[in-house]
Every structure is written in C-alpha cells, then in structure tokens.
C-alpha cells in the first residue's frame, strides 16, 4: 500500500492511546477520512502546527491494513485560518460547517465541490467579511451539493412556474416553495419575498463573488435564516448542535 499525499482540512481530533492523536480530516479526492497520528502527543515536531482544528494542510496517510483507519505519515501547513478562533461568532460557524459537512457527506463519499466550498468559507470566514450572509450561503450551497436543493421555478403543489414576482410560501415537507393559492404563510411554512427566493437561488447555485456583490436587505438574511433552519432539521431529522447562528 502507498502512501498518499493530499490538501486536507482538520475537523476533529482527539486523544488516541498513551500518545497518538485521532485525527477526522476532510479531502478533495478521498472524501472525509480518520487517521491516527502516531505519537503526536509527544512530539508535534513531524506534525508541526498542523494537527489543530479547522487548519489547512497538505497530509500524507496511508491506509491501514484492515479496516477504514489510516496512518499519518507527516502534513505541511497550508493555512491556520487564525480568524476563524478570533471571536465567538466566527468558532461558531466554522464549527457549523465542519458539523454540517460531516452529515451530508459520511466516510467514503467523495464531493471536490465540497471541499471547495469549506476550504473558500474559510479563507473568506478567516477575513471577516459578511459573516451573516456567508453562514447562509455555506448551508444553502452545502445543503444543495448534499442532494437537498430547493426547486425554486415552480410551485411544489400545483407545478405553476414561479416567475419571480409576489411572495411565495417555503414547504419544509415538499423541499420546495408553493404559491399562495396552494399555501398559507405560517410559522411552519415561513413566506419568501421575491428578493429571497432570488437571493437564495444565487446560493444555491452561484458563486460567493456574485453573492457577495448583491446588496441585499436583513429580511431577506432573516428569510433565509428561516428557510434554512426548517430546511436542515427536515431534512436531517435534528436540530444541528452548532445551529445558533441560525437564531
Ligand atoms: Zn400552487
């Protein structure tokens, strides 16, 4: 067996034996992987500043013999993202993501586009810009690339297309939006604004960069921030332990 050399995000690690580290890291073309770190607790030299949560790194690991466990073999640091442990708000979401990540995509799903979004979130987490409306476009592309995208071009009950004018209602049971002929706004079924339904399908499908040059209004973050929060625990059948940015 060779060993394999990759980018890799750090999203747990924990103390393994007498003086080895488990580590759950995060790659383009291996998907979400555990490995041990051998004697790491004792020296960090061959690891050096590398094993520490949410950093960017490039890490070489084998597969163990049997089972899904790998060796560590050494990792060269790439990025540290210090600004995401600045503030509480920002260990939050960088805390959110990696929770979110780990659900959509278990061991041994593969998704290169994942990857990108959480190394991108964290370089632009890591600059501090536009946190609110990055937490949302994080989850509503996650949730998308995670097979949970919300058809946004037609109503989910009586399949007239939804042409972006007046508001409509979000169905968490259907995934999908409905006009207000088929539905009511409530609590359950928040209402989307056109702006948010635009807004969320740029999420959904655009880039950050476009996202980020929309200026877009705190209803629609606090429309989306709702939509999102009953997408996810409809979805994913629990309420995430990281979801207080969505409040
Ligand atoms: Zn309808």
């Excluded at 004792?42 to 163990?64: G, H, I, P, Q, V």
């Excluded at 593969?110 to 190394?119: N, V």
Aim: charged share 25%; hydrophobic share 40%; glycine share 8%.
């Amino acid at each position: 067996m060779n060993s394999h050399i990759s980018p890799a995000i750090i999203m747990r690690i924990n103390e393994f034996g007498e003086s080895d580290l488990l580590v759950t890291f995060f790659t383009p073309d291996r998907g979400r992987l555990k490995g041990v770190a051998k004697g790491a607790r004792k020296s960090r030299r061959r690891f050096a500043n590398c094993l520490d949560l949410f950093c960017l790194a490039n890490l070489e690991y084998e597969l163990k013999r049997k089972g899904d466990l790998h060796f560590l073999h050494s990792c060269r640091l790439i990025n540290a993202f210090p600004g995401l442990r600045s503030d509480f708000f920002s260990l939050s979401l960088a805390s959110h993501m990696i929770e979110l990540t780990e659900i959509l995509f278990p061991l041994g799903v593969i998704d290169g586009k994942m990857f990108e979004l959480l190394e991108n979130s964290f370089h632009i987490l890591n600059h501090g810009a536009r946190k609110d409306a990055l937490g949302i476009f994080f989850d509503a592309k996650a949730m998308s690339l995670g097979g949970y995208r919300i058809d946004l071009n037609k109503c989910c009950v009586c399949g007239r297309d939804y042409k972006g004018e007046g508001r409509a209602v979000f169905r968490p049971n259907k995934g999908g939006i409905c006009c207000l002929k088929c539905g009511e706004e409530s609590t359950t079924s928040p209402g989307l604004s056109p702006d948010s339904i635009k807004v969320f399908g740029l999420m959904q499908s655009g880039r950050w960069k476009t996202v980020e040059e929309l200026s877009f209004t705190n209803d629609v973050i606090q429309d989306i921030k709702k939509l999102l929060k009953l997408h996810i625990e409809y979805r994913i059948g629990r309420r995430l332990k990281t979801a207080e940015y969505l409040e």
